[in-house]
C-alpha cells in the first residue's frame, strides 16, 4: 500500500504509558486523543468485535495478544450490547483493509466513530509479559498532541484516575428499562418452558437466546432491580450476568440475591453472578494479578472431571475453600462445594450449593466468541428448575394429603 492511502491516523503518533512508568510508541488507531483505563490482556486468536462490545471490559484497555487484529472487519450482527464498552485498544499489526464475506466497515473506523482511541505498531508481547509480571495496572492511551506533552505530565494524569479495585460499574453498563426476550423469536415452537429474570449487570446479548432457544422466557431487568420488583414477574429462576467493577462493591445485587436464596427460586450465575453468589454465601472475593481475559481458559468440571476450554473475562475471584463441600459462612445456605477450577491457577471457576438450588460459574458458556464447551450450563440450570418444580409439587401433594 503506498502511503498516500494509509488512513490519516496510521501515521499519527501514539503512546501507551503505564502507571509504573513503562512506555509503549507506537501509532493511533481509531479516535486520536486521551484515554484512560486499567491495562489489562486478552488471549482470544478471534472474537474482537465480541470482545470489544462486551460492557465487563469497561474503564479497561484491552492488550490483544493476538497480532493481527481487524482482518475480518466488524459488521452489525456480531455486536454483543449497544456500543463498545472497552476505554482503549492496543494492536500490533492492524489490517489495512478487512477481508471476509460478512465484513460491513473497518475495525479502525468503528472504532473512531464512537470515540474509542487506541494504539497500533507496538509490541503487544513485550507489553502482555509486563503486565503478567507486574500485574494489570493504570494505564492511558495519548495520540496526536497529548502524544507530545511531557512525559511526567502525562504519568500524574495516568495515576490520578482511580483504581479497579472498590469501582462500581454494573449500574452504568445496564439496561435503563426491563425488556423481555420471547422463546419464539428464537426458533421455539409452543409455550415456555420457564420465566426467568435476568439482572443485567453487562450482560452480553447472546446469552438471554441461548436461554430463549431452549425455551425459556427472559425478563431482563436493570442492575438496581431489587427482590420485590424482580419476584413481580413470578419467575421459575433468576440469572445473574457477566459484568465489571469491583463485586466487594455490589452490596445492593448482593441482597438481591440472598432474597431469592432464602425464596427457595433457583438460581445460575456466570463470571459477575458467580462471585456475587459467593458474597451472598458469605466468602470473599479478591483482585487476580492479571485477570482471565480470553476464549482458551482451560477449566475442570469436577462433577463428570470433564475438562472445558472456555471464554473468560474477569479480574476478580471468589475466595472459597477449593477441597470437599464446606458449611456456607451464611449457615443458612447449608452445604456448598468449588465445582469448578481453572487449571492454570487453581482459582474457583464454579460454586455450586448442595443443600439449596443455586450455582454457577466464573466464564462465559454463551460462546460469544468463543468455544461452546460450556453450553451444557443453560441446560443443567432447565434441569434445575424442572427438578425444583417437580420437587414443589409433590411436597404441596403430601402436604394436603396430611390433612
Excluded at 426476550?181 to 449487570?201: C, K, M, N, Q, R
Excluded at 431469592?260 to 462471585?275: H, M, R, S, T
Amino acid at each position: 500500500m503506498s502511503e498516500a492511502n494509509v488512513p490519516a491516523q496510521a501515521t499519527t503518533p501514539a503512546l501507551l504509558l503505564l502507571e509504573d512508568g513503562r512506555a509503549f510508541r507506537g501509532t493511533s488507531y481509531g479516535a486520536v486523543g486521551t484515554t484512560l483505563g486499567e491495562a489489562v490482556f486478552t488471549t482470544g486468536m478471534t472474537g474482537y468485535q465480541e470482545t470489544l462490545t462486551d460492557p465487563s471490559y469497561a474503564r479497561q484497555l484491552i492488550v490483544q495478544t493476538a497480532p493481527h487484529i481487524g482482518n475480518t472487519g466488524v459488521n452489525a450482527a456480531d455486536n454483543e450490547s449497544t456500543r463498545i464498552w472497552a476505554a482503549g485498544y492496543v494492536v500490533r499489526d492492524a489490517a489495512r483493509r478487512p477481508s471476509n464475506w460478512r465484513s460491513e466497515g473497518t475495525l479502525d473506523d468503528e472504532l473512531a466513530s464512537q470515540g474509542v482511541v487506541g494504539i497500533q505498531g507496538v509490541d503487544t508481547r513485550a507489553i502482555t509479559r509486563h503486565l503478567r509480571e507486574r500485574g494489570a495496572m493504570k494505564a492511558g492511551i495519548f495520540s496526536g498532541g497529548s502524544a507530545a506533552r511531557p512525559r511526567a505530565e502525562l504519568l500524574e494524569e495516568v495515576l490520578a484516575q482511580p483504581s479497579m479495585e472498590g469501582l462500581q460499574l454494573a449500574e452504568e453498563v445496564s439496561v435503563a428499562q426491563a425488556y423481555a426476550v420471547e422463546p419464539s423469536d428464537h426458533g421455539w415452537e409452543g409455550e415456555p418452558l420457564f420465566t426467568i429474570v435476568a439482572l443485567d449487570l453487562g450482560m452480553k446479548s447472546m446469552t438471554p437466546h441461548r436461554f430463549a432457544e431452549r425455551g425459556v422466557r427472559v425478563h431482563v431487568v436493570p442492575a438496581a432491580t431489587t427482590f420485590e420488583e424482580a419476584m413481580a414477574f413470578e419467575p421459575d429462576g433468576v440469572f445473574l450476568s457477566n459484568g465489571p467493577g469491583d463485586p466487594a462493591t455490589a452490596d445492593r445485587q448482593v441482597a438481591f440475591v440472598r432474597g431469592f436464596l432464602d425464596a427457595g427460586v433457583p438460581y445460575f450465575g456466570i463470571c459477575f453472578g458467580n462471585q456475587i453468589l459467593g458474597r451472598a454465601l458469605g466468602f470473599g472475593t479478591y483482585k487476580l494479578r492479571y485477570g482471565h481475559r480470553g476464549m482458551n481458559q482451560p477449566v475442570m468440571d469436577r462433577s463428570t472431571g470433564k475438562v472445558e476450554i472456555t471464554s473468560q473475562n474477569h479480574g476478580f475471584a471468589v475466595d472459597a475453600p477449593l477441597d470437599g463441600a464446606t458449611r456456607a459462612p451464611e449457615e443458612r445456605f447449608g452445604m456448598v462445594e468449588v465445582s469448578h477450577i481453572s487449571l492454570n491457577d487453581q482459582v474457583v471457576e464454579g460454586l455450586s450449593c448442595l443443600d439449596i438450588p443455586a450455582f454457577s460459574v466464573q466464564y462465559h458458556p454463551e460462546a460469544a466468541a468463543g468455544p461452546h464447551d460450556a453450553a451444557y450450563l443453560f441446560d443443567r440450570f432447565i434441569t434445575l428448575m424442572n427438578d425444583h418444580q417437580r420437587n414443589s409439587a409433590a411436597e404441596k401433594n403430601e402436604t394436603e394429603e396430611s390433612k
